[in-house]
């Protein structure tokens, strides 16, 4: 027990002193930098919501140049997500040996090479290689960018910058959404003639050149991680990176930190999963997995992909299904920026369980409408008075998504595995929600003709269920830690 004259005892003194020390601390960040470098770093999300959005259009165009079916139609729209799971894969593992900004610039070439060859393909499988190749891209940039801008980024308000990841990732899907309407509408159909007597299909691909150009060149102005750099022992450049975000003092105290969490003398590998002692993979991997999975399995990438088909196959236009992909993709745009506003108050496993709540409920309701509705000649169904009851039930859906599991989902990945293990289990975690969204994607067109929409989005609405189970047994907070602390 401290005595009264203990001078390491808490006095008001050393409490006036560590608030004056912290504020000194804040003052020194280059916020500006920060902020500059998570920017850069999300142009990579956006290009992953521009690249899985702007197949949505595509569908028509898809079916009528390369005389496909539900299973070849699945296969072209879910090709990509085959890369991604690849990608997200070996990129984590990848940026552990080489670094996070040079995957951050591969994923770039790539993203450019699978435009342009999306677009000039003339069959399914020279589609598909450029679809796989995007792909890579995607699952890339999708686990290294929340990883890379955790790292950079002060505690306090890390969730709320690694946040600009997802909205990134919307306004990527909306500006697709709003490309893909706006050049059908001056074409008059996807499949129709446009520019060059070039089918409004492929330029809708092509639109993706001028991010992903964009991205390749901003790379070149950002540092690499600082945890990278010490993790390779390049201590030097570390402490420089720390110093030009921190300032000085800041810098050599996180230096220090850093190289206590690096007690391990072994480069990063997939052993380090298991736990030590049972030999069976860690619980946090687990977690990891979990977290990655349920963000699938609630089906919002059949709203993502499928928007237009689904809409249709309920009777509205091809104009008028455009259209509602647009005010879905608004409406994420805004549920990401409340989200950015209070993760970093309220937490993240309050924000998922809500997300879990709300999809559930909202999925329901959704599965309520189709299973009501009739359905004409061809098969299609006819709304009716459910219409209202449907739309407004699948943008509230797309809404409690956007609030919690799309952009939480990615900020717990890229901060809740120790500095250690960070790479391969990004990589771990990465394959599992690629592979997810591949088996969502891939079974969509086949449940539509199979068991109905209603059948369908009642899988979904089991998946948000047993999300809110897995919420409340599995995952712990980790607002306000810092990377150094995770366990």
Excluded at 132 to 161: D, Q
Aim: aromatic share 12%; with cysteine.
């Amino acid at each position: 027990m401290q005595s009264a004259n203990d001078p390491l005892a808490p006095t008001a003194g050393n409490s006036q002193q560590d608030h004056l020390l912290k504020d000194l601390t804040h003052a020194q960040e280059n916020k500006a930098l920060i902020l500059f470098i998570s920017l850069v770093a999300t142009i990579g999300g956006f290009l992953f919501g521009f690249d899985s959005g702007v197949i949505n259009g595509t569908v028509d165009g898809l079916k009528l140049a390369f005389q496909s079916e539900s299973v070849g139609t699945g296969f072209n729209v879910a090709s990509m997500l085959l890369g991604c799971a690849i990608g997200a894969y070996f990129a984590g593992r990848l940026a552990d040996i080489y670094g996070r900004k040079v995957i951050l610039l591969w994923s770039a070439v790539f993203f450019i090479v699978s435009a342009w060859g999306s677009g000039i393909a003339d069959g399914s499988l020279e589609f598909v290689i450029y679809r796989i190749l995007g792909g890579f891209a995607v699952g890339a940039a999708s686990v290294i960018t929340p990883a890379y801008i955790a790292e950079v980024a002060p505690a306090r308000y890390r969730g709320m910058l690694t946040t600009l990841q997802q909205i990134a990732i919307i306004l990527g899907l909306f500006m697709a959404f709003v490309s893909n309407y706006l050049l059908a509408e001056f074409a008059g159909a996807s499949t129709e003639p446009l520019w060059f007597g070039i089918d409004a299909w492929r330029w809708m691909f092509w639109m993706e050149l001028l991010p992903a150009v964009l991205f390749l060149l901003m790379l070149l102005f950002i540092p690499e991680s600082p945890r990278f750099l010490l993790l390779k022992g390049r201590d030097e450049a570390g402490a420089n990176v720390l110093q030009r975000l921190y300032g000085q003092a800041a810098a050599s105290r996180k230096v220090q930190e850093i190289r206590e969490s690096l007690q391990a003398d072994h480069a990063p590998r997939l052993a380090d999963l298991l736990d030590p002692v049972t030999g069976k993979l860690r619980k946090l991997v687990w977690v990891g997995i979990g977290l990655a999975s349920f963000q699938q399995l609630v089906g919002i990438n059949v709203v993502f992909y499928y928007g237009a088909v689904l809409w249709q196959a309920v009777g509205f236009s091809e104009s008028d299904a455009l259209m509602i992909n647009v005010i879905s993709g608004g409406i994420s745009i805004a549920a990401c920026v409340l989200t950015l506003l209070v993760i970093d108050r309220i937490g993240r496993k309050p924000l998922l369980l809500w997300g879990s709540v709300g999809m559930t409920v909202t999925l329901a309701l959704v599965v309520y409408a189709f299973a009501n509705a009739d359905q004409d000649a061809a098969g299609n169904l006819l709304l009716g008075d459910y219409g209202t009851l449907a739309l407004v039930s699948a943008n509230a859906y797309v809404f409690f998504f956007n609030l919690s599991w799309g952009p939480v989902m990615w900020v717990m990945l890229g901060e809740m595995f120790p500095n250690q293990i960070r790479g391969v289990g990004l990589a771990v975690s990465g394959l599992a929600q690629w592979l997810c969204n591949f088996l969502i994607t891939m079974t969509f067109p086949l449940l539509l003709t199979g068991i109905g929409l209603a059948g369908a989005y009642g899988l979904y609405a089991l998946g948000a269920l047993l999300s809110v189970f897995f919420v409340l047994k599995m995952v712990h907070e980790t607002k306000g830690k810092e990377l150094e602390e995770m366990e």
